[in-house]
T-cell receptor, first 119, second 116 residues
Framework: DAGVIQSPRHEVTEMGQEVTLRCKPISGHDYLFWYRQTMMRGLELLIYFNNNVPIDDSGMPEDRFSAKMPNASFSTLKIQPSEPRDSAVYFC?????????????????FGPGTRLTVT | AQSVAQPEDQVNVAEGNPLTVKCTYSVSGNPYLFWYVQYPNRGLQFLLKYITGDNLVKGSYGFEAEFNKSQTSFHLKKPSALVSDSALYFCAVRAYMNTGFQKLVFGTGTRLLVSP
């Protein structure tokens, strides 16, 4: 398997523009996670899905952020409008778990990340 | 609050020497503890986990970690470091959110630099 695939790898955009980040999880994985990594806040969970259904989005910072998972092999994280403070590396991860919160749930496979810069 | 602390921003060790990357945790109940590694420009990779059982847990690439309940620690160790082990290491713990759901809470990371 190719692992978790994210695109684009780098994104530079101007404040106010819409940004869409994409993720393809590992085939057969039931859970998909979106994380954000910054120097100031470290690694934060934004939202996660189980079988394409959002389970918990309490980590999504504002209404400007939205995430969807229209099918088992694709998810998007959208920021509209983008702001400079959204600059970060955004990771998608997936896990093969049959039980929410079970040990396997935490063995997460991360993609290479999208480095977002908002000017 | 459920959290982990990594007291060292960076650990320097010579190749061939043993290495230790420190982690302490703060949780209520029985902890689920994890180590992940991040190589430059890559996502995090799972190394090992402690759920229950033996206090010494073995993981990938020759790494192991020792769970110590009395000291609330979960230090990562390797008997003989390799230059290729140079990376950013994250300790993580299972945490329960106010929503009732669970998630991983990561430490701030420790950069390991192994010199030839």
């Amino acid at each position: 398997d190719a692992g978790v695939i994210q695109s684009p790898r780098h994104e530079v955009t101007e404040m106010g523009q819409e940004v869409t980040l994409r993720c393809k999880p590992i085939s057969g994985h039931d859970y998909l996670f979106w994380y954000r990594q910054t120097m100031m806040r470290g690694l934060e969970l934004l939202i996660y899905f189980n079988n394409n259904v959002p389970i918990d989005d309490s980590g999504m910072p504002e209404d400007r952020f939205s995430a969807k998972m229209p099918n088992a092999s694709f998810s998007t994280l959208k920021i509209q409008p983008s702001e400079p403070r959204d600059s970060a590396v955004y990771f998608c991860a997936s896990s093969l778990a049959s039980e929410l919160g079970g040990p396997i749930f935490y063995e997460q496979y991360f993609g290479p990340g999208t480095r977002l810069t908002v000017t | 609050a459920q959290s982990v602390a990594q007291p060292e921003d960076q650990v320097n060790v010579a190749e061939g020497n043993p290495l230790t990357v420190k982690c302490t945790y703060s949780v209520s109940g029985n902890p689920y503890l994890f180590w992940y590694v991040q190589y430059p420009n890559r996502g995090l990779q799972f190394l090992l986990k402690y759920i229950t059982g033996d206090n010494l847990v073995k993981g990938s690439y020759g790494f192991e970690a020792e769970f110590n309940k009395s000291q609330t620690s979960f230090h990562l160790k390797k008997p003989s470091a390799l230059v290729s082990d140079s990376a950013l290491y994250f300790c993580a713990v299972r945490a329960y959110m106010n929503t009732g759901f669970q998630k991983l809470v990561f430490g701030t990371g420790t950069r390991l630099l192994v010199s030839p």
